[in-house]
């Protein structure tokens, strides 16, 4: 099966612009995350969709972050306006159950 | 909530030499245990899992783990490592009730020539 997709793999922007990236999941999985992982951390779960509905975000840092999934299917995360401590890789996983988790290959983002 | 302890931050091993990552966990209900590994630039790829069952679990690419209930442990393992074994390793554990993973913060294993 086709795993989890990720575009862009790499984006610099400078402090204060926006960007967005884009997840496509394994398809007929419902449910969606994304994660942040820091330079030398584990990742820490921003959100999580269940088809189209927001399952958790308490993580996400709403004054900046915002995430989607409108059909249930793709998702996108973005960030408006970026800060510094942003520069991480962005981890979209998608789940059939607890334990069939697969993840995509990440978006790399510096802020300069 | 549960929580994961990655005892190691960096584990420095020969080649072919034997290899233990050790990874505690805390929660007040059963988990289910994961080891991932990540590769430069790349995404997290699962190494093994631990649902139920035997408490030995073995994964990809010569790895295993044992599950450790009374020690809240969940140690991988290898018995000889390959140059291509270097990466950081995460283990993660789930509630079996829960959907939100929490990582460990992770190991770098570096074997050397």
């Known amino acids: 099966e086709a795993g989890v997709a990720q575009s862009p793999r790499y984006k610099i922007i400078e402090k204060r612009q926006s960007v967005a990236f884009w997840c496509n999941p394994i398809?007929?999985?419902?449910?969606l995350y994304w994660y942040q992982q820091i330079l030398g951390q584990g990742p820490k779960l921003l959100i999580q969709?269940?088809?189209?509905?927001?399952?958790?975000d308490s993580q996400l840092p709403k004054d900046r972050f915002s995430a989607e999934r409108l059909k249930g299917v793709d998702s996108t995360l973005k960030i408006q306006p970026a800060k510094l401590e942003d520069s991480a890789v962005y981890l979209c996983a998608s789940s059939l159950g607890g334990d069939g988790y697969t993840f995509g290959s990440g978006t790399r983002l510096t802020v300069v | 909530a549960q929580s994961v302890t990655q005892l190691d931050s960096q584990v420095p091993v020969f080649e072919e030499a034997p290899v233990e990552l050790r990874c505690n966990y805390s929660?007040?209900?059963?988990?289910?245990l994961f080891w991932y590994v990540q590769y430069p630039n790349q995404g997290l790829q699962l190494l093994l899992k631990?649902?139920?069952?035997?408490?030995l679990v073995k994964g990809i690419n010569g790895f295993e783990a044992e599950f450790n209930k009374s020690q809240t442990s969940f140690h991988l393992r290898k018995p000889s490592v390959h140059i291509s074994d270097t990466a950081e390793y995460f283990c993660a554990v789930i509630s079996n009730t829960g959907n939100q993973f929490y990582f460990g913060t992770g190991t770098s294993l570096t074997v050397i020539p």
């Open positions: 929660s007040s209900v059963s988990v289910y």
């Open positions: 398809s007929g999985h419902a449910t």
């Open positions: 969709f269940q088809n189209n509905g927001v399952v958790d």
């Open positions: 631990y649902l139920s069952g035997s408490t």
